[in-house]
Protein backbone atom coordinates (compact mmCIF):
# COMPACT_ATOMS: atom_id res chain seq x y z
CA UNK A 1 0.00 0.00 0.00
CA UNK A 2 1.15 3.19 -0.63
CA UNK A 3 1.86 6.15 1.42
CA UNK A 4 -1.07 8.15 -0.53
CA UNK A 5 -3.18 5.11 -0.42
CA UNK A 6 -2.67 5.12 3.33
CA UNK A 7 -2.91 8.20 3.77
CA UNK A 8 -6.82 7.79 2.03
CA UNK A 9 -7.40 4.93 4.34
CA UNK A 10 -6.62 6.85 6.84
CA UNK A 11 -9.26 9.87 5.94
CA UNK A 12 -11.69 7.58 5.46
CA UNK A 13 -11.60 5.43 8.51
CA UNK A 14 -13.99 5.49 11.20
CA UNK A 15 -11.78 6.90 14.19
CA UNK A 16 -12.05 6.29 17.44
CA UNK A 17 -12.21 9.61 19.84
CA UNK A 18 -8.52 10.32 21.29
CA UNK A 19 -6.73 10.08 18.27
CA UNK A 20 -5.58 13.33 16.39
CA UNK A 21 -5.84 14.39 12.96
CA UNK A 22 -2.32 14.31 12.17
CA UNK A 23 -1.69 10.96 14.11
CA UNK A 24 -2.12 7.47 11.67
CA UNK A 25 -4.79 5.36 12.32
CA UNK A 26 -4.45 1.93 11.86
CA UNK A 27 -7.22 -0.30 13.03
CA UNK A 28 -5.15 -3.14 13.29
CA UNK A 29 -4.11 -1.71 16.86
CA UNK A 30 -7.54 -1.47 18.07
CA UNK A 31 -8.39 -5.14 17.17
CA UNK A 32 -5.46 -6.53 18.97
CA UNK A 33 -6.57 -4.55 21.70
CA UNK A 34 -9.79 -6.00 21.40
CA UNK A 35 -7.74 -9.38 21.54
CA UNK A 36 -5.68 -8.49 24.51
CA UNK A 37 -8.91 -7.19 27.02
CA UNK A 38 -10.48 -10.82 25.63
CA UNK A 39 -7.34 -12.83 26.77
CA UNK A 40 -7.34 -11.26 30.29
CA UNK A 41 -11.13 -11.54 30.68
CA UNK A 42 -11.19 -14.99 30.19
CA UNK A 43 -8.02 -15.83 32.35
CA UNK A 44 -9.74 -14.16 35.39
CA UNK A 45 -13.08 -15.51 34.68
CA UNK A 46 -11.34 -19.11 34.29
CA UNK A 47 -9.56 -18.53 38.17
CA UNK A 48 -12.40 -17.17 39.46
CA UNK A 49 -14.91 -19.93 38.45
CA UNK A 50 -12.12 -22.55 39.32
CA UNK A 51 -10.46 -21.05 42.07
CA UNK A 52 -7.08 -21.29 40.26
CA UNK A 53 -5.82 -17.86 40.78
CA UNK A 54 -2.13 -17.97 40.29
CA UNK A 55 -2.16 -21.59 40.91
CA UNK A 56 0.46 -23.68 38.93
CA UNK A 57 0.11 -27.41 37.38
CA UNK A 58 -2.22 -26.57 35.15
CA UNK A 59 -1.84 -28.80 32.38
CA UNK A 60 -3.49 -27.35 29.15
CA UNK A 61 -3.63 -27.25 25.57
CA UNK A 62 -1.91 -24.99 22.93
CA UNK A 63 -5.22 -23.43 22.75
CA UNK A 64 -6.71 -23.62 26.18
CA UNK A 65 -3.28 -22.05 27.34
CA UNK A 66 -4.62 -19.40 25.86
CA UNK A 67 -7.15 -18.65 28.35
CA UNK A 68 -5.43 -20.73 31.25
CA UNK A 69 -2.36 -18.09 31.12
CA UNK A 70 -4.52 -15.55 29.32
CA UNK A 71 -2.33 -12.99 31.65
CA UNK A 72 -0.35 -12.79 28.15
CA UNK A 73 -2.98 -9.71 27.15
CA UNK A 74 -1.15 -7.69 29.35
CA UNK A 75 2.07 -8.34 27.71
CA UNK A 76 0.29 -7.76 24.32
CA UNK A 77 -1.17 -4.57 25.97
CA UNK A 78 2.15 -3.84 26.59
CA UNK A 79 4.20 -4.45 22.97
CA UNK A 80 0.96 -2.53 21.70
CA UNK A 81 1.66 0.84 23.73
CA UNK A 82 6.08 0.59 22.93
CA UNK A 83 4.43 0.21 19.23
CA UNK A 84 2.32 3.39 18.84
CA UNK A 85 3.96 5.75 21.36
CA UNK A 86 7.24 4.88 20.29
CA UNK A 87 6.20 5.82 17.00
CA UNK A 88 6.34 9.82 17.06
CA UNK A 89 10.01 9.81 18.33
CA UNK A 90 11.60 7.87 16.19
CA UNK A 91 9.95 9.88 13.41
CA UNK A 92 11.60 12.91 15.21
CA UNK A 93 15.02 11.57 15.61
CA UNK A 94 14.47 10.69 11.91
CA UNK A 95 14.51 14.79 11.83
CA UNK A 96 10.34 15.17 10.53
CA UNK A 97 8.13 16.83 13.02
CA UNK A 98 9.16 17.67 16.76
CA UNK A 99 7.21 16.54 19.59
CA UNK A 100 6.35 18.77 21.93
CA UNK A 101 6.76 16.85 25.52
CA UNK A 102 4.20 19.18 27.17
CA UNK A 103 1.54 18.53 24.90
CA UNK A 104 2.94 14.79 24.51
CA UNK A 105 2.91 14.24 28.59
CA UNK A 106 -0.90 16.31 28.74
CA UNK A 107 -2.18 13.30 26.00
CA UNK A 108 -0.82 10.72 28.18
CA UNK A 109 -2.53 12.45 31.55
CA UNK A 110 -5.55 12.42 29.96
CA UNK A 111 -5.54 9.19 28.53
CA UNK A 112 -5.41 6.70 31.59
CA UNK A 113 -5.86 9.11 34.61
CA UNK A 114 -9.44 10.26 34.45
CA UNK A 115 -10.77 6.39 34.79
CA UNK A 116 -7.85 5.47 37.01
CA UNK A 117 -8.27 8.53 39.67
CA UNK A 118 -12.48 7.57 39.80
CA UNK A 119 -11.50 3.76 40.27
CA UNK A 120 -9.09 4.28 42.97
CA UNK A 121 -11.71 6.91 44.68
CA UNK A 122 -14.58 3.91 44.61
CA UNK A 123 -12.42 1.28 45.57
CA UNK A 124 -11.05 3.22 48.25
CA UNK A 125 -14.58 4.38 49.28
CA UNK A 126 -15.91 1.07 48.81
CA UNK A 127 -13.39 -0.76 50.83
CA UNK A 128 -13.19 1.31 53.59
CA UNK A 129 -14.34 0.36 57.09
CA UNK A 130 -13.84 3.74 58.61
CA UNK A 131 -13.46 7.55 57.44
CA UNK A 132 -9.47 6.88 57.45
CA UNK A 133 -9.52 3.62 55.55
CA UNK A 134 -10.30 5.57 52.68
CA UNK A 135 -6.96 7.04 52.29
CA UNK A 136 -5.47 4.10 51.64
CA UNK A 137 -5.94 4.74 48.36
CA UNK A 138 -3.37 7.88 48.04
CA UNK A 139 -0.79 6.02 47.33
CA UNK A 140 -2.55 4.47 44.06
CA UNK A 141 -3.01 7.85 42.90
CA UNK A 142 1.40 8.88 42.38
CA UNK A 143 1.41 4.84 41.01
CA UNK A 144 3.42 3.75 44.28
CA UNK A 145 1.89 0.45 44.22
CA UNK A 146 4.42 -0.25 41.94
CA UNK A 147 6.99 -0.59 44.82
CA UNK A 148 6.60 -3.28 47.18
CA UNK A 149 4.81 -2.76 50.67
CA UNK A 150 3.87 0.89 50.05
CA UNK A 151 0.28 0.85 49.02
CA UNK A 152 -2.15 -1.39 50.77
CA UNK A 153 -4.35 -3.66 48.42
CA UNK A 154 -7.88 -3.03 48.05
CA UNK A 155 -9.36 -6.04 46.66
CA UNK A 156 -10.97 -6.82 44.14
CA UNK A 157 -9.94 -3.66 42.60
CA UNK A 158 -6.94 -3.17 42.86
CA UNK A 159 -5.52 -6.60 41.40
CA UNK A 160 -5.27 -4.74 37.69
CA UNK A 161 -3.45 -1.90 38.81
CA UNK A 162 0.09 -2.65 38.76
CA UNK A 163 0.06 -2.37 35.00
CA UNK A 164 -1.06 0.83 35.08
CA UNK A 165 2.18 1.84 37.28
CA UNK A 166 4.90 0.19 34.95
CA UNK A 167 3.13 2.22 31.74
CA UNK A 168 3.51 5.20 33.24
CA UNK A 169 7.06 4.19 33.89
CA UNK A 170 7.55 3.78 30.18
CA UNK A 171 5.64 7.34 29.28
CA UNK A 172 8.53 8.87 31.60
CA UNK A 173 11.54 7.34 30.11
CA UNK A 174 10.32 7.20 26.01
CA UNK A 175 11.15 10.86 25.60
CA UNK A 176 14.74 10.06 25.55
CA UNK A 177 14.77 7.48 22.90
CA UNK A 178 15.38 10.88 20.30
CA UNK A 179 17.87 12.28 22.34
CA UNK A 180 19.82 8.91 22.15
CA UNK A 181 19.42 8.61 18.56
CA UNK A 182 19.72 12.31 16.87
CA UNK A 183 23.74 12.45 17.23
CA UNK A 184 26.59 9.69 17.78
CA UNK A 185 27.09 10.83 21.31
CA UNK A 186 23.68 9.99 21.82
CA UNK A 187 23.57 6.74 20.53
CA UNK A 188 26.69 5.97 22.37
CA UNK A 189 24.93 6.93 25.46
CA UNK A 190 21.86 4.92 24.46
CA UNK A 191 24.23 1.97 23.80
CA UNK A 192 25.98 2.35 27.17
CA UNK A 193 22.03 2.75 28.90
CA UNK A 194 20.87 -0.54 27.30
CA UNK A 195 23.87 -2.43 28.16
CA UNK A 196 23.78 -1.30 31.75
CA UNK A 197 19.86 -1.97 31.94
CA UNK A 198 20.71 -5.76 29.92
CA UNK A 199 23.31 -6.46 32.55
CA UNK A 200 21.30 -5.91 35.50
CA UNK A 201 18.19 -7.75 33.92
CA UNK A 202 20.61 -10.76 33.69
CA UNK A 203 21.73 -10.21 37.25
CA UNK A 204 18.11 -10.38 38.21
CA UNK A 205 17.56 -13.88 36.38
CA UNK A 206 20.48 -15.39 37.72
CA UNK A 207 19.10 -13.91 41.34
CA UNK A 208 22.20 -12.05 42.21
CA UNK A 209 20.34 -8.62 42.25
CA UNK A 210 20.64 -7.27 45.21
CA UNK A 211 16.86 -7.49 46.03
CA UNK A 212 16.03 -10.77 48.47
CA UNK A 213 12.31 -10.29 49.69
CA UNK A 214 10.11 -12.09 47.66
CA UNK A 215 7.86 -9.19 47.38
CA UNK A 216 10.90 -7.16 45.83
CA UNK A 217 11.50 -9.22 43.47
CA UNK A 218 7.77 -9.40 42.33
CA UNK A 219 7.66 -5.84 42.18
CA UNK A 220 10.79 -5.50 40.31
CA UNK A 221 9.65 -7.92 37.89
CA UNK A 222 6.18 -6.16 37.32
CA UNK A 223 7.72 -2.86 36.68
CA UNK A 224 9.39 -1.19 33.79
CA UNK A 225 12.66 -2.88 34.72
CA UNK A 226 11.36 -6.31 34.48
CA UNK A 227 8.69 -5.84 31.56
CA UNK A 228 10.87 -3.56 29.33
CA UNK A 229 12.11 -6.18 26.71
CA UNK A 230 8.70 -6.23 26.03
CA UNK A 231 8.26 -2.60 25.76
CA UNK A 232 11.60 -2.29 23.52
CA UNK A 233 10.11 -5.46 21.33
CA UNK A 234 6.81 -3.16 20.27
CA UNK A 235 9.36 -0.26 19.59
CA UNK A 236 11.59 -2.25 17.41
CA UNK A 237 9.04 -2.90 15.08
CA UNK A 238 7.73 0.56 15.07
CA UNK A 239 11.58 1.33 13.94
CA UNK A 240 11.22 -1.42 11.46
CA UNK A 241 7.00 0.00 10.58
CA UNK A 242 8.40 3.23 9.96
CA UNK A 243 11.68 2.92 7.99
CA UNK A 244 11.16 -0.33 6.13
CA UNK A 245 7.57 -1.06 6.45
CA UNK A 246 6.50 -0.05 2.53
CA UNK A 247 9.59 -2.08 1.25
CA UNK A 248 8.40 -5.25 3.42
CA UNK A 249 5.05 -4.85 2.30
CA UNK A 250 5.55 -5.27 -0.88
CA UNK A 251 8.13 -7.91 -1.36
CA UNK A 252 5.57 -9.89 1.00
CA UNK A 253 2.66 -9.89 -1.00
CA UNK A 254 4.97 -10.70 -3.64
CA UNK A 255 6.14 -13.87 -1.82
CA UNK A 256 3.25 -14.90 -0.33
CA UNK A 257 0.31 -14.47 -2.95
CA UNK A 258 -2.85 -13.60 -0.76
CA UNK A 259 -4.44 -16.16 -2.38
CA UNK A 260 -2.61 -19.31 -1.07
CA UNK A 261 -3.04 -18.03 2.44
CA UNK A 262 0.43 -18.41 3.08
CA UNK A 263 0.88 -15.99 5.13
CA UNK A 264 -2.29 -16.70 7.09
CA UNK A 265 -0.89 -20.22 7.64
CA UNK A 266 2.34 -18.18 9.19
CA UNK A 267 0.49 -16.39 11.66
CA UNK A 268 -1.23 -19.63 12.87
CA UNK A 269 2.12 -20.63 13.18
CA UNK A 270 3.18 -17.34 15.46
CA UNK A 271 -0.13 -18.43 17.83
CA UNK A 272 0.29 -21.84 17.93
CA UNK A 273 4.13 -21.33 19.20
CA UNK A 274 2.69 -18.65 21.53
CA UNK A 275 0.38 -21.16 22.81
CA UNK A 276 3.35 -24.00 23.31
CA UNK A 277 4.69 -21.18 25.64
CA UNK A 278 1.59 -20.35 27.30
CA UNK A 279 1.26 -23.58 28.14
CA UNK A 280 4.61 -23.71 29.81
CA UNK A 281 3.72 -20.71 31.94
CA UNK A 282 0.39 -22.33 33.03
CA UNK A 283 1.74 -25.00 34.48
CA UNK A 284 4.10 -22.68 36.38
CA UNK A 285 1.66 -20.78 37.26
CA UNK A 286 1.02 -16.95 37.64
CA UNK A 287 3.55 -16.21 39.82
CA UNK A 288 5.77 -19.40 39.52
CA UNK A 289 6.88 -17.73 36.25
CA UNK A 290 7.31 -14.38 37.89
CA UNK A 291 10.18 -14.99 39.63
CA UNK A 292 14.04 -15.70 38.72
CA UNK A 293 15.46 -17.27 36.12
CA UNK A 294 11.73 -17.87 34.77
CA UNK A 295 11.08 -14.21 34.62
CA UNK A 296 12.76 -14.77 31.23
CA UNK A 297 9.91 -15.97 29.54
CA UNK A 298 8.53 -12.73 29.00
CA UNK A 299 10.98 -12.02 26.33
CA UNK A 300 9.75 -14.94 24.11
CA UNK A 301 5.92 -14.25 24.79
CA UNK A 302 6.80 -10.50 23.91
CA UNK A 303 8.38 -11.33 21.03
CA UNK A 304 5.71 -13.57 19.45
CA UNK A 305 3.02 -10.75 20.19
CA UNK A 306 5.63 -8.58 18.29
CA UNK A 307 6.00 -11.36 15.58
CA UNK A 308 2.52 -11.24 15.12
CA UNK A 309 1.63 -7.28 15.63
CA UNK A 310 4.46 -7.20 12.38
CA UNK A 311 2.61 -9.80 10.41
CA UNK A 312 -0.82 -7.99 10.99
CA UNK A 313 0.48 -4.77 9.88
CA UNK A 314 2.67 -6.06 6.47
CA UNK A 315 2.06 -9.53 5.73
CA UNK A 316 -0.83 -10.36 2.97
CA UNK A 317 -3.63 -12.14 5.07
CA UNK A 318 -6.83 -13.20 3.72
CA UNK A 319 -8.20 -13.04 7.46
CA UNK A 320 -7.10 -9.20 7.09
CA UNK A 321 -10.67 -8.14 7.73
CA UNK A 322 -10.97 -10.24 10.97
CA UNK A 323 -8.21 -7.67 12.42
CA UNK A 324 -10.08 -4.54 11.76
CA UNK A 325 -13.83 -6.16 12.45
CA UNK A 326 -15.79 -3.88 13.98
CA UNK A 327 -16.67 -6.18 17.13
CA UNK A 328 -12.77 -6.61 18.01
CA UNK A 329 -12.22 -2.77 17.13
CA UNK A 330 -14.88 -1.59 19.59
CA UNK A 331 -14.01 -4.34 22.08
CA UNK A 332 -10.38 -2.52 21.80
CA UNK A 333 -11.86 1.08 22.36
CA UNK A 334 -13.61 0.08 25.81
CA UNK A 335 -10.81 -2.41 26.43
CA UNK A 336 -9.34 0.15 29.16
CA UNK A 337 -12.66 0.25 31.08
CA UNK A 338 -13.38 -3.59 30.68
CA UNK A 339 -9.93 -3.48 32.48
CA UNK A 340 -10.41 -1.65 35.17
CA UNK A 341 -14.38 -2.53 35.91
CA UNK A 342 -14.18 -6.58 34.75
CA UNK A 343 -12.93 -8.15 37.58
CA UNK A 344 -14.22 -6.50 40.48
CA UNK A 345 -17.74 -7.25 38.84
CA UNK A 346 -16.72 -11.17 37.85
CA UNK A 347 -15.68 -11.64 41.40
CA UNK A 348 -18.35 -9.97 43.37
CA UNK A 349 -21.14 -11.33 40.91
CA UNK A 350 -19.71 -14.88 41.54
CA UNK A 351 -19.19 -14.60 45.11
CA UNK A 352 -22.75 -13.24 45.83
CA UNK A 353 -24.34 -16.04 43.40
CA UNK A 354 -22.17 -18.56 45.31
CA UNK A 355 -23.57 -17.43 48.58
CA UNK A 356 -27.07 -18.19 47.96
CA UNK A 357 -26.17 -21.12 46.64
CA UNK A 358 -27.04 -19.95 42.90
CA UNK A 359 -23.90 -21.53 41.54
CA UNK A 360 -21.26 -24.02 42.94
CA UNK A 361 -18.32 -23.41 45.13
CA UNK A 362 -15.91 -24.07 41.86
CA UNK A 363 -15.82 -25.56 38.25
CA UNK A 364 -17.13 -25.26 35.02
CA UNK A 365 -20.89 -26.33 34.30
CA UNK A 366 -24.18 -25.34 32.37
CA UNK A 367 -24.46 -22.37 34.67
CA UNK A 368 -21.22 -21.03 35.35
CA UNK A 369 -21.16 -20.57 31.74
CA UNK A 370 -24.35 -19.27 31.43
CA UNK A 371 -22.75 -16.40 34.44
CA UNK A 372 -19.69 -15.80 32.54
CA UNK A 373 -21.25 -14.96 29.30
CA UNK A 374 -23.65 -12.64 30.97
CA UNK A 375 -21.53 -11.06 33.15
CA UNK A 376 -18.83 -10.36 30.13
CA UNK A 377 -21.95 -8.20 28.74
CA UNK A 378 -22.78 -6.38 31.80
CA UNK A 379 -18.76 -5.46 31.68
CA UNK A 380 -19.41 -4.34 28.44
CA UNK A 381 -22.12 -2.48 28.82
CA UNK A 382 -20.96 -0.84 32.33
CA UNK A 383 -17.57 -0.14 30.27
CA UNK A 384 -19.79 1.33 27.23
CA UNK A 385 -21.46 3.77 30.23
CA UNK A 386 -17.51 4.68 31.92
CA UNK A 387 -16.68 5.24 28.69
CA UNK A 388 -19.11 7.59 27.01
CA UNK A 389 -19.50 9.54 30.65
CA UNK A 390 -15.46 9.29 31.86
CA UNK A 391 -13.70 8.63 28.77
CA UNK A 392 -14.42 9.99 25.74
CA UNK A 393 -14.68 13.34 27.26
CA UNK A 394 -10.59 13.67 27.62
CA UNK A 395 -9.96 11.50 24.64
CA UNK A 396 -11.89 14.24 22.85
CA UNK A 397 -9.29 16.70 24.74
CA UNK A 398 -6.86 14.86 24.17
CA UNK A 399 -7.17 14.74 20.89
CA UNK A 400 -7.13 18.61 19.93
CA UNK A 401 -4.08 18.52 21.48
CA UNK A 402 -2.42 18.78 17.81
CA UNK A 403 0.47 20.85 17.76
Known sequence: MTAAARGTRDATEERPPGVRASATYLPELESLRGIAIVLVVLYHTDAIVCRTEGASGIVATPLSA????????????????????????????????????????????????????????????????????VLRGLPYLTFLNAFADVATPLPPYSGVWWSLATEVQFYLL????????????????????????IAAYASYLRGTFPIHAISGQLSLGLSLFGRAPVFLLGMAIAALYLHRGEKLRSWLASALPARWAV????????????????????????????????????????????AVLAWVLLAPLRSKRMFSSRLLRTLGVL??????????????????????QVLSPVGWHARSYAASLGLFVVCVALSSVTYAGIERPFLERKARIDR
Do not use: N
Request: glycine share 8%; with cysteine; hydrophobic share 55%.
Open 335 to 356: SYSIYMLHYPVIRGSFDALRSV
Open 174 to 197: LPLLPVCLRSRRGRWIGALALGSY
Open 263 to 306: ADLLLLALLFAQGCLLRWAAFKGAWGSEVHPFHLWHVVEGFLWA
Open 66 to 133: FVHAGHSGVTLFFVLSGFLLSLPFFAEAAGRKRVRLGDYYRRRALRILPLYYAAVLVASVLTAATAAD
